[in-house]
């Protein structure tokens, strides 16, 4: 159980163009979804918060109008990057909440490698 | 200010030795959570192994368990019989129950391990 699938996996886009990735959890329901950002050999990088039917919580730090956030259901939150730039190819996460045996665990998606030529 | 470290940046184990992976954390929340990930070089994160601070035992998950030493704020990752595939990024991380934070995750820098055979 606890599966989060992303998608795209992969996605190569010229700059200026807006790139959307989705985050699904396949087999629970998650109200909270969480968006993190990876550079090579680096840790996880927060980005924002994404709550189901509310405005997503951005990190200090992360544009808004960059980083469009849509938590329109309970399985599903996307991301948008809007007019992509080299600087923003990078290896992006997302993570879904669930309870388990009592504890709220994040469980992650396989992650967006996102190249912006 | 760091508040979750890990200091070993990369690790060497023989195959089917214990391995121990270093966590120190820092928080004034009495109740938070202490949770370790794996990140192969595919790139997703695996959870492996979770702590609550009111927790009397150390957790253990098959080949996994956490010493959670909560006067120092250690909570090292023991894995024991080492296997290649075992081979990958460990990721400490931890929740505090901040109220407006949103259960998320604050992750330390990672250890690479590599498992000889």
């Known amino acids: 159980g606890a599966v989060v699938s992303q998608h795209p996996s992969w996605v190569i886009c010229k700059s200026g163009t807006s790139v959307k990735i989705e985050c699904r959890s396949l087999?629970?329901?998650?109200?909270?979804m969480f968006w993190y950002r990876q550079f090579p050999k680096q840790s996880l990088m927060l980005m924002a918060t994404s709550n189901e039917g509310s405005k997503a919580t951005y990190e200090q730090g992360v544009e808004k109008d960059k980083f469009l956030i849509n938590h329109a259901s309970l399985t599903l939150s996307t991301l948008t990057v809007t007019s992509a730039h080299p600087e923003d190819s990078s290896f992006y996460i997302c993570?879904?909440?669930?309870?388990?045996?009592?504890?709220?665990?994040?469980?992650f998606g396989p992650g967006t490698r996102l190249l912006v030529l | 200010a760091q508040k979750i470290t890990q200091t070993q940046p990369g690790m060497f184990v023989q195959e089917k030795e214990a391995v121990t992976l270093d966590c120190t954390y820092d928080?004034?929340?009495?109740?938070?959570?202490l949770f370790w990930y794996k990140q192969p070089s595919s790139g997703e994160m695996i959870f492996l192994i979770y702590q609550g601070s009111y927790d009397q035992q150390n957790a253990t998950e098959g080949r996994y368990s956490l010493n959670f030493q909560k006067a120092r704020k250690s909570a090292n990752l023991v894995i024991s019989a080492s296997q290649l595939g075992d081979s990958a990024m460990y990721f400490c991380?931890?929740?505090?129950?901040?109220?407006?934070?949103?259960?998320?995750?604050?992750f330390g820098q990672g250890t690479e391990l590599s498992v000889k055979p």
């Open positions: 928080t004034s929340d009495p109740s938070y959570g």
């Open positions: 991380a931890m929740r505090e129950r901040t109220y407006n934070q949103g259960g998320k995750l604050i």
């Open positions: 087999d629970f329901q998650a109200t909270t």
């Open positions: 993570s879904a909440s669930n309870k388990s045996r009592g504890t709220e665990t994040q469980y």
